[in-house]
């Protein structure tokens, strides 16, 4: 008997391929997560499903996925506006922003990050007004890291292009 029955808080799977679960449970003083293969053939998994149905699973995980982007929506909006990012301040955009229409990031940012296409013009048009508006910042106008500066310019990706600005601001 797996060391998690009878005591499953919450099971969703941990990929897109749907080939992993991850299991929180508690022993009633701690909640713990537990990894296991979905496999039918597995043991764990086989006493998983005893308690939790592929239906449950599926529901569990898409809700575990869209609280997952909502949380990193709201982290990057709150960023955004500490930041400055966009043209926007903690109260808010500017009265004159945008002043041109090539200033706007026109694609939802949740598109632009979670449904990257490098095919893509428009989001490549997109990551490149990214990019620009981040060159634009006093934090990497002013830093003397060329490889770093390299690196941002030569990103593929909006997240890439994000994770490597953090870079100048720690």
């Given amino acids: 008997m797996a060391h998690f029955s009878n005591k499953i808080i919450n099971a969703y799977y941990t990929n897109s391929e749907r080939d992993t679960v991850c299991v929180m449970w508690s022993d009633g003083t701690v909640a713990r997560e537990h990894y296991v293969v979905a496999d039918e053939e597995d043991a764990q998994?086989?006493?998983?499903?005893?308690?939790?149905?592929y239906?449950?699973?599926?529901?569990?995980?898409?809700?575990?996925?869209?609280n997952a982007k909502n949380e990193?929506?709201?982290?990057?909006?709150?960023?955004?506006?500490?930041?400055?990012?966009?043209?926007?301040?903690?109260?808010?955009?500017?009265?004159?922003?945008?002043k041109e229409k090539e200033e706007v990031i026109l694609l939802n940012i949740e598109d632009l990050i979670f449904n990257f296409d490098p095919n893509d013009t428009q989001q490549k048009e997109e990551l490149f007004k990214l990019k620009l508006k981040f060159f634009d910042r006093d934090e990497v106008k002013s830093s003397k890291k060329r490889k770093a500066k390299t690196d941002l310019r030569k990103s593929t990706s909006p997240l890439e292009a994000i994770a490597l600005y953090?870079?100048?601001i720690k």
């Avoid at 998994?45 to 149905?53: M, P, R, V």
């Avoid at 982290?75 to 400055?84: C, G, H, L, S, T």
Wanted: net charge negative; charged share 25%.
């Fill in 72 to 98: 990193f929506r709201d982290a990057f909006e709150r960023y955004a506006k500490q930041n400055n990012l966009y043209g926007y301040t903690e109260d808010g955009p500017p009265p004159d922003y945008p």
């Fill in 166 to 168: 953090h870079s100048f």
């Fill in 55 to 66: 239906e449950s699973l599926n529901q569990s995980t898409s809700v575990y996925v869209e």
């Fill in 45 to 53: 998994f086989q006493e998983l499903l005893e308690e939790w149905s």
